[in-house]
């Protein structure tokens, strides 16, 4: 099953006013989004950073703010370690990024002594409406992993396939992207794609079902790949794009948004605890969206685990 927008992704976000806390709160589109996920009754924020900035951002977007809830720490850096303490001390259950550099906020979570690292790959997880196809692609990696080798892809592909599981997708379609579909020693992008279709097929990546390399073009139009006569279960309709490295991810992820006005949703993947993570350019509507897909994630993966 996949979905068609993000109404019907977020149908299922359960109302638990989960304990939240947001490294870097003074920012007006953060705390729009904070708003709107308090009022849906998702969560109940911890804000980190400057008390005065905090302060002056609910006043411009309307959120009657309990100044109980204000942890007063202007420096981004020590905000960021600061909303990591929280929920080592059992305070915040979620974690969320505001107007900090991805990098800082990463820093806090990824600290081998304090952060926050479950003894997985941490990956980042996005969700990209494509309202001229009508439904949402999923996409790893565009934020976390740079230049990741064959073993750091498997772990990626092996975390988007379980949240995506946790969405209720049983056996997602992978497209391993490149820039092309066929296989050269001298794309290395291309040897990958390859064998990670071929770890796939031998039950390597459990849960879902790999192709590649797929160029864009043949990964999602099945129109091009009839054209280019590749046979593929994948091409033409995947569930996740999975990118080479963090340059391409980055791009397509903001290409689906400024060439097409996608709406977007973004989350780390495979810390201790659900991690929103979105560009500080990303619309508060973004911000809210990525808020629900970690609580969809948490509460399916919570639920496989009860059965």
């Avoid at 006013?17 to 969560?43: F, T």
């Avoid at 049983?170 to 992008?189: F, G, K, Q, S």
């Avoid at 039950?203 to 797929?214: A, E, S, T, Y």
Wanted: aromatic share 4%; hydrophobic share 45%; charged share 25%.
């Amino acid at each position: 099953m996949g979905y068609h927008n993000f109404e019907e992704l977020l149908e299922g976000v359960p109302a638990q006013r989960v304990p939240m806390a947001v490294a870097a709160a003074g920012d007006c589109e953060v705390l729009s989004a904070v708003k709107e996920a308090e009022q849906r009754g998702w969560i109940e924020a911890t804000l980190v950073g400057g008390r005065a900035s905090i302060a002056a951002a609910a006043r411009e977007v309307g959120y009657d703010l309990d100044e109980r809830r204000i942890v007063d720490e202007p420096d981004e850096r020590a905000a960021a370690r600061t909303a990591v303490d929280l929920v080592h001390a059992g305070r915040a259950r979620m974690l969320m990024k505001g107007l900090i550099e991805t990098s800082d906020f990463l820093r806090a979570i990824l600290d081998k002594g304090h952060g926050l690292r479950s003894g997985r790959k941490i990956s980042h997880l996005a969700a990209l409406e494509d309202t001229s196809h009508h439904r949402i692609y999923f996409l790893s990696d565009a934020a976390v992993n740079v230049q990741p080798d064959l073993l750091t892809k498997v772990e990626i592909v092996r975390n988007a396939v379980e949240a995506m599981h946790a969405l209720g997708i049983e056996e997602p379609r992978v497209a391993a992207l490149a820039a092309i579909e066929l296989v050269d020693p001298a794309m290395p992008a291309t040897v990958d794609a390859a064998n990670l279709a071929k770890m796939g097929d031998r039950g390597q990546i459990p849960g879902c079902i790999v192709d590649g390399p797929l160029a864009f073009d043949n990964a999602i139009s099945a129109e091009a790949a009839a054209h280019k006569g590749i046979t593929s279960l994948v091409a033409g309709r995947p569930d996740l794009l999975f990118v080479p490295d963090i340059e391409a991810g980055n791009i397509l992820y903001k290409a689906f948004t400024y060439f097409q006005g996608a709406r977007v949703a973004g989350i780390l993947l495979g810390a201790r605890c659900p991690v929103v993570l979105t560009s500080r350019s990303d619309l508060p509507e973004a911000k809210l969206f990525s808020i629900g897909l970690g609580m969809r994630v948490a509460s399916g993966s919570a639920s496989k685990v009860r059965q």
